[in-house]
């Protein structure tokens, strides 16, 4: 039991998983390279997402699936998609 | 303890704001995370999210079911229809439950993963299986999300977008909605 409290007690500290560094990188060049701009700020480093264990969980899997997907569906894109 | 531990390890979703969607619905605030509710009566019902987007986003988006005996069968599929994604192939086309408008291109979620994602819900504090999230980077403009039946099953199904919690624009009326949707 004192071993729950601890894991429940202990204020875990997020930050920016390295899925969603590649993500912002990859939106980043994508954006440059069509002339858009896309609001990505909650997956920066400074992001909402980096609030909570849950919240980063749900940023982490949402940046490593959007960047699969755009690999799979997009042929253009900037070599820092894939690297 | 030993059963305690095991569900540590279950993934928590962070709570979205609640809505309902009966046929269609319109997101006030897409820059918000929203926990949308429905329920399929009949399984050749076509539920449609309406999102307009001010500028360039990057949205993630969840697919939900919850996990019980009776909706092991019940796998509703989701699509992201807007300016900017990719037209659909001929296969993907095939998938979609009406036509998609001129113009406009798709990202399809088949939510037909084997092995299914199983997280706790904190709100309605319930266990569902997930589609996975996944962020999509969407353009400026008018988007809808189809969710539909492909094997006309039918069940309750919640549509995640966003990811943070944010309840300044109250509960939806889906807290008046809670019997339909908790029990």
């Given at each position: 039991m004192t071993i729950l409290m601890l894991l429940?007690?202990?204020?875990?500290?997020?930050?920016?998983?390295?899925?969603?560094?590649?993500?912002v990188a990859c939106l980043d060049a994508r954006d440059e390279l069509r002339g858009t701009t896309t609001d990505m700020l909650r997956f920066e480093a400074?992001?909402?997402?980096?609030?909570?264990p849950a919240g980063a969980d749900l940023c982490d899997r949402a940046c490593s699936n959007g960047l699969s997907w755009l690999l799979e569906s997009e042929t253009d894109l900037p070599e820092v998609c894939s690297s | 303890m030993r059963l305690l531990l095991p569900l540590l390890l279950i993934p928590l979703a962070p709570a979205h704001q609640p809505a309902e969607v009966v046929s269609d619905f319109d997101v006030p605030n897409p820059y918000i995370s929203?926990?949308?509710n429905g329920r399929f009566t009949t399984g050749d019902e076509v539920f449609t999210l309406h999102m307009e987007l001010e500028r360039g986003f990057a949205l993630p988006f969840e697919l939900l079911i919850e996990k019980r005996a009776s909706n092991e069968e019940h796998r509703p599929m989701y699509a992201v229809v807007g300016p900017?994604?990719?037209?659909?192939?001929?296969?993907?086309?095939?998938?979609?439950p009406?036509?998609?408008p001129e113009g406009v291109g798709v990202f399809i979620d088949k939510n037909d993963d084997a092995e299914r994602l199983v997280i706790f819900e904190s709100v309605m504090r319930r266990f569902y299986w997930s589609s996975d999230t996944t962020a999509l980077a969407l353009d400026a403009g008018a988007h809808e999300v189809w969710v539909w039946s492909p094997e006309g099953t039918?069940?309750?199904?919640?549509?995640?977008?966003?990811?943070?919690?944010?309840?300044?624009?109250?509960?939806?009326?889906?807290f008046a909605s809670w019997r339909t949707y908790a029990y």
């Open positions: 429940l007690g202990c204020a875990e500290e997020v930050t920016q998983t390295p899925a969603c560094e590649r993500y400074e992001g909402d997402c980096w609030g909570s | 929203y926990a949308v900017g994604l990719p037209p659909p192939t001929d296969e993907q086309r095939a998938l979609l009406k036509e998609l039918t069940g309750d199904f919640v549509i995640g977008l966003g990811v943070e919690e944010d309840f300044s624009e109250g509960t939806g009326g889906l």
